[in-house]
């Protein structure tokens, strides 16, 4: 049997984890599949996307720094992708089309609410960041209907600016952007898109956010509590979690897409959190 060839391409790429995950899926679903990692060149990310498929490559997933180049590239996009402004998944469609997704919001939100048992409806949630990461979650935030859902950055022009694009996503829920200093008030769930835990770094947080029952999210993951986890749980807050479920469910979805088949995550991500991988 000839596997199907599926690849993560991203720069760096040596640390991805989504060779491994993948390679799990495949063994639990009994799919044809081989994935490996493609490390693109800064400027040759198109030419690498196009060789790939030429040489019968089935789908990619896209990491760091390439999603807005992928969502630019696509000739289609999914109704996700299209308003995240990102992807993260290429495949080509039945017409033969070159077509993006962005499965990172599914991922966090089925980590939060299957994985994690929370509900966010009816929540007040802080998302930090205004970039390509947290773009990329707003919808399926949305659609989970939070009472409210605040968006900060570091510059508030851009956290208002992604508040008004996605106003019509809104529903019931109580949408704002505002400076990293005006977000005002206690939260229930405070998700951390920055880049800064790549720097080992937080944004600069008021405490106040932080009550004895809020949790904070990181969508980076690591072994050991993040700095903004450790920041939140300094503030007394009940539980900091790290992105590792986001990472696998992110996977799943696009495995999902590419194979109508959706794999169990729960031992792939026990696993990773044994140290396998």
């Known amino acids: 049997m000839i596997n199907d060839l599926y690849a993560v391409i991203g720069n760096p790429i040596s640390h991805s984890k989504s060779p491994w995950i993948h390679s799990q899926f495949a063994q639990q679903t009994g799919e044809a599949v081989e994935y490996t990692a493609i490390q693109a060149p800064l400027a040759h990310f198109s030419e690498t996307v196009t060789d790939f498929f030429a040489r019968g490559g089935k789908g990619l997933n896209v990491t760091l720094p390439f999603k807005e180049q992928a969502w630019q590239m696509a000739r289609q996009r999914t ?39 929370y509900a ?101 993951y690591s072994q050991d509590l993040t700095p903004f986890n450790r920041w939140l749980m300094d503030q007394g807050g009940l539980e900091g979690m790290d992105g590792l479920g986001m990472l696998v469910e992110q996977a799943a979805e696009s495995f999902f ?15 990773l959190r044994a140290g396998e991988g």
Do not use: H
């Open 120 to 220: 966010l409806s009816g929540k007040r949630v802080l998302v930090l960041g205004a970039g390509g990461a947290v773009r990329g979650v707003l919808a399926p935030l949305l659609a989970a209907q939070p009472a409210a859902l605040v968006i900060a950055n570091r510059t508030p022009a851009k956290a208002e600016a992604l508040a008004s694009l996605f106003a019509p996503d809104a529903g019931i829920t109580e949408l704002s952007g505002c400076g990293f200093d005006a977000t005002g008030g206690e939260f229930d769930l405070i998700i951390n898109g920055t880049s800064a835990s790549l720097q080992g770094d937080l944004p600069p947080l008021p405490p106040s956010l932080v009550g004895a029952r809020t949790l904070g999210y990181d969508m980076m």
């Open 257 to 271: 897409l590419w194979r109508g088949v959706l794999p169990d995550t729960g031992a792939v991500i026990a696993a």
């Open 79 to 117: 109704d996700r992708a299209e308003k995240a402004g990102a992807a993260n998944t290429l495949f080509m469609n039945s017409e033969g089309s070159l077509t993006a997704d962005n499965t990172d919001g599914a991922g966090l939100v089925t980590d939060l609410v299957k994985n994690k048992g």
